[in-house]
């Protein structure tokens, strides 16, 4: 499996940006994409999921509003648009595939068996 992120950049508060995952490699219709990030001397937070069957989608608190997943599945790409950002979204982001359920409750990030090379989000205040 492979994944490649585009769309990060420098975007001043209540700016918006989308990040785009390209995947492929997949050998199953049965795995989950999402999104999670790492700021600079902090632990890696979950962002959101999306299951590539059926399109359960989830949002951790942090984002929940602001930022929607979405996929295209003819172009095996997944989109995190994120609106209305806070200097406090300001993070490496990561998107990771994994075989398990995005569910009600979210998605593990230590769950993900593949992560891409991160795209970096800077919002300034």
């Known amino acids: 499996v492979q994944l490649v992120e585009s769309g990060g950049g420098l975007v001043q508060a209540g700016g918006s940006l989308r990040l785009s995952c390209a995947a492929s490699g997949f050998t199953s219709d049965d795995y989950a994409i999402g999104w999670f990030r790492q700021a600079p001397g902090k632990d890696r937070e979950g962002v959101s999921c999306i299951n590539n069957r059926d399109g359960n989608t989830y949002y951790f608190d942090s984002v929940e509003g602001r930022f929607t997943i979405s996929s295209d599945n003819a172009k095996n790409t997944v989109y995190l648009q994120m609106n209305s950002l806070k200097p406090e979204d300001t993070a490496v982001y990561y998107c990771?595939?994994?075989?398990?359920?995005?569910?009600?409750?979210?998605?593990?990030?230590?769950?993900?068996?593949?992560r891409g090379q991160g795209t970096q989000v800077t919002v300034s205040s």
């Open positions: 990771a595939a994994g075989p398990y359920y995005c569910s009600g409750y979210g998605y593990p990030v230590t769950h993900y068996d593949t």
